[in-house]
Nanobody
């Protein structure tokens, strides 16, 4: 059973930056390395959406709403995935989760990002 541990969320002002981290705590390395990983987010009263993904070969993909502002990366030696948020906007306020792509049923608790002045 995979368990994802997200961290790094915080209150940040519009235009600011933040770095989120996720560790696939129970995923074995041989499975993690080739697996496409993604960052999802869920804003209040909205469905969860995929905002960024990275393949085992480090090919990245982004939702239009975050393109050119967010950067996803991974460190296979740490079974970790990161999301760098730059030039954040109030509409980026959400709980951010990581998971495989397509997602598994094992969601972590997420990490809260609040963009507000």
């Amino acid at each position: 059973q995979v368990h994802f541990l997200e961290s790094g969320g915080n209150l940040v002002q519009p235009g600011g930056s933040l770095r989120l981290s996720c560790r696939a705590a129970r995923m074995i390395t041989s499975t993690f390395n080739p697996t496409t990983m993604g960052w999802y987010r869920q804003a209040p009263e909205k469905p969860r959406e995929l905002v960024a993904s990275i393949t085992g070969g480090r090919i990245t993909s982004y939702a239009d709403s975050v393109k050119d502002r967010f950067t996803i990366s991974r460190d296979n030696s740490r079974k970790s995935v990161y999301l760098q948020l730059n030039t954040v906007k109030p509409e980026d306020t959400a709980v951010y989760y990581c998971n495989t792509v397509p997602s598994s049923e094992n969601w972590g608790q997420g990490t809260q990002v609040i963009v507000s002045s």
